[in-house]
C-alpha cells in the first residue's frame, strides 16, 4: 500500500508564502497532484507533476502563484505557494495516481491520498 505523508501547513497572513511536502513510499507513481478543500466546499483540484517528464499542471487560480517540483533522487514532491490569499485557506491533500490516461485535474482518478495538512491565510 502506497502511504503520502504531507507537511508543512500552517498559518500565515496575505501575501506570505509556505512550502508543502509530500513524500511517497514508492516512486513508481505515474503523476502527484495536491488538492484542496476550503471550508464548506467541495475538494478542487490545485496543481501535479509527472515524474517521468516532470510536467506540470496548475488551477488557472493558483498560477504565477504556486510552484510544484521534485526533489532529484527522491520521492517527494513540494509545493511552492506564494503570494497567498485568504481564498487559499484549505485542508491541502497530496495524492497519487498510476493510470497515465485518467484526467489529472479530477480526484476520483487518483489512488492514494495523504492525511491532509491544514493551510490558514489570514487578511
Known amino acids: 500500500q502506497v502511504q503520502l505523508a504531507e507537511s508543512g501547513g500552517g498559518l500565515v497572513q496575505a501575501g506570505g508564502s509556505l512550502r508543502l511536502s509530500c513524500a511517497a513510499s514508492e516512486r513508481a507513481l505515474r503523476t502527484m497532484g495536491w488538492f484542496r478543500q476550503p471550508p464548506g466546499k467541495e475538494r478542487e483540484f490545485v496543481a501535479a507533476i509527472v515524474w517521468s517528464s516532470g510536467s506540470t499542471t496548475y488551477a488557472d487560480s493558483v498560477k504565477g502563484r504556486f510552484t510544484l517540483y521534485t526533489a532529484n533522487s527522491t520521492s517527494t514532491v513540494y509545493l511552492q505557494m506564494d503570494n497567498l490569499k485568504p481564498e487559499d485557506t484549505a485542508v491541502y491533500y497530496c495524492?497519487?495516481?498510476?493510470?497515465?490516461?485518467?484526467?489529472?485535474?479530477?480526484?476520483?482518478?487518483?489512488?492514494?491520498w495523504g492525511q491532509g495538512t491544514q493551510v490558514t491565510v489570514s487578511s
Open positions: 495524492a497519487a495516481k498510476r493510470d497515465p490516461f485518467t484526467a489529472t485535474a479530477v480526484y476520483n482518478s487518483y489512488n492514494y
